[in-house]
């Protein structure tokens, strides 16, 4: 392992037994939630997971010398959202997936209906600890730059759009470029909000927002095919979830449209698109620039 790679683990560690007790802290604050809701939104919050939502997010804050405490709560906010996207993505409605994070799926311990609201209150209170927690500490049009990229990202014309595409079979298109469309909407619109969220809390000027604009991109693409490729190639144990699924199901993926092969240059061609996206930042940047190649180790 090189010294960069190094010192990535241990800021993706840091950064997950940060967020990790965060989460603990807001799932004891809220006395108001009822206990098995909690139960079921704190089953797949604590189910793992690389956090790598909250770290993109803190990692952009620090560009601009930000530190990590008070974004925290926007970084657990994009983890809250994700995990709720996790639950609803497993329910047999959706991919029904038994296993996730190498655990039941939460459907599979609390039931369809428990799981639904789990995900849907994981989903909003991702907005209530965002707001509530970042108002006294950050300008106000900085909070709203932030939560209006995430809530973009996840509404309508972003993860939710990127979700019917890949699981609506009418709306099946046979273009290549339907493949990339599913995931930039599924994948990548979150991966590049979490950069965007961190940068512009952090008060990055123009320029350098636009800069973790196309990182995002490119990084949530690279980050969709290596997870296609770990579909075809990955063992449960490393993915955490059913492996083959995506072609029993007949999904579009990268790998059933160009192959194993193919895919492996897009990753790759992407992580090194999201790198060069970084080139108006030092020595600031290269805890994002590590993740991108480390994130390609994956799929060899
Ligand atoms: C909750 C309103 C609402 C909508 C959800 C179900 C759905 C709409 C979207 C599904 C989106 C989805 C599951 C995209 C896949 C993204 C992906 C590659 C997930 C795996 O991410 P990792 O590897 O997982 O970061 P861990 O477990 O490490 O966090």
């Given amino acids: 392992?090189?010294?960069?790679?190094?010192?990535?683990?241990?800021?993706?560690?840091?950064?997950?037994?940060?967020?990790?007790?965060?989460?603990?802290?807001?799932?004891?604050?809220?006395?108001?939630?009822?206990e098995r809701l909690r139960d079921a939104m704190g089953y797949s919050l604590r189910a793992g997971g690389k956090r790598l939502r909250p770290f993109l997010c803190?990692?952009?804050?620090?560009?601009?010398?930000?530190?990590?405490?008070?974004?925290?709560p926007m970084a657990v906010a994009l983890e809250m959202f994700h995990t709720a996207s996790l639950i609803h993505d497993d329910l047999p409605c959706m991919d029904d997936?038994?296993?996730?994070?190498?655990?039941?799926?939460?459907?599979?311990?609390?039931?369809?209906?428990?799981?639904?609201?789990?995900?849907?209150?994981?989903?909003?209170?991702?907005?209530?600890?965002?707001?509530?927690?970042?108002?006294?500490?950050?300008p106000a049009e900085r909070i709203l730059g932030a939560i209006g990229e995430f809530a973009k990202a996840i509404g309508p014309s972003g993860v939710c759009a990127g979700q019917v595409l890949d699981t609506d079979p009418s709306s099946r298109e046979s273009e290549d470029d339907f493949v990339w469309r599913i995931a930039s909407l599924k994948t990548g619109a979150l991966i590049r909000a979490s950069?965007?969220?961190?940068?512009?809390?952090?008060?990055?000027?123009?320029?350098?927002?636009?800069?973790?604009?196309n990182y995002g991109t490119h990084l949530g693409l690279a980050f969709q095919v290596v997870d296609d490729i770990l579909d075809v190639t990955g063992k449960p144990e490393q993915m955490g979830k059913t492996p083959g699924k995506d072609s029993v199901q007949g999904k579009v993926?990268?790998?059933?449209?160009?192959?194993?092969?193919?895919?492996?240059?897009i990753a790759r061609d992407e992580s090194v698109k999201a790198i060069d996206s970084l080139s108006c930042f030092g020595q600031e940047a290269d805890p994002l620039r590590s993740l991108a190649r480390v994130l390609l180790d994956r799929s060899s």
Avoid: Q
């Fill in 58 to 72: 803190i990692a952009a804050a620090e560009l601009s010398g930000c530190p990590a405490e008070p974004v925290l």
């Fill in 97 to 138: 997936d038994p296993l996730r994070r190498g655990k039941p799926s939460n459907h599979m311990v609390f039931g369809e209906g428990l799981a639904t609201l789990a995900g849907d209150a994981l989903l909003l209170w991702a907005f209530e600890t965002a707001i509530s927690k970042l108002l006294p500490v950050f």
């Fill in 253 to 265: 993926t990268f790998v059933s449209t160009y192959g194993l092969e193919k895919a492996r240059r």
């Fill in 1 to 34: 392992m090189t010294e960069r790679e190094e010192d990535l683990e241990l800021r993706l560690r840091r950064c997950r037994e940060e967020v990790d007790r965060e989460i603990e802290r807001l799932l004891e604050e809220d006395s108001g939630i009822p």
């Fill in 195 to 213: 950069v965007l969220a961190g940068g512009i809390l952090g008060g990055l000027e123009d320029v350098k927002i636009e800069a973790l604009y």
